[in-house]
């Protein structure tokens, strides 16, 4: 049997969630958790409003307007029709003179002579007039170097970036935004509060229920996983810790 699409859920701006049933999903909307002006994507990388889909929310899908309806044109009447004109008077007006094609032909050869004469006539006279090797002239004047009385400064090195924590002080920090033996349970602050304790994640990622963060360390990667009932107004709770 064919396997039902699963679809993504975010907000403007926000990370993904999901993917989720068609059936779940109408469940959120039914209780309010989602609305038109969210995104939705079935594979993650083609996004489309909530108000485009109106499978989901039919009352804001868009209204094709009406087609107009294109009148039939009145038949043309024979006089309206504009009138040909004889072919001989066609000619007349508007054929050149074969005579004054020849001519402008003709003159235009000529001036190309002359000039390709005129040319070679030059060039043999430079070629007479140089009897000796020739010898380039270099009048460029010789750059001196510019003196400056001022010491030389070194640029100052660029600081070195701060090192990484290791793993086992990215937990001990997770442990204290908790307040819980093992790091398991709420963040007050939520994702804000997490973030100005661990620095930005190297990525994160959306499955199921649950949402990972990960925090590069010195000596590997820590998996923060947590419930994603915070996205939805709930808690922000801490549920497994995972070293890579």
Known sequence: MPQEPRYYIRQAGGAAQGPYDFS????YRDAGRISAEMDFSEDGETWWKGSDWPALFPATAPKRPPMPQQSAAPP???SDRPQRRPRRQQRRKSGVPMVAVVIGLL???GIAVAVLNRGGDEREAVSRVRTGPFVPRNDTPERQPVKS???HVASPSRASAPSLPTKRRIRAKIVELVGERGGIGGIEGGEK???EALGEP???QSVGENVYYYFKARDGTIQVV???AFRFGG???VTDINDY
């Open 226 to 228: 947590v419930h994603e």
């Open 235 to 237: 808690p922000f709770m």
């Open 202 to 204: 190297s990525r994160t």
């Open 107 to 109: 003159a235009a050869i």
């Open 193 to 195: 509060k997490l973030i």
């Open 24 to 27: 779940k999903i109408e469940g």
């Open 149 to 151: 009385d001022e010491p």
């Open 76 to 78: 043309r009447h024979r």
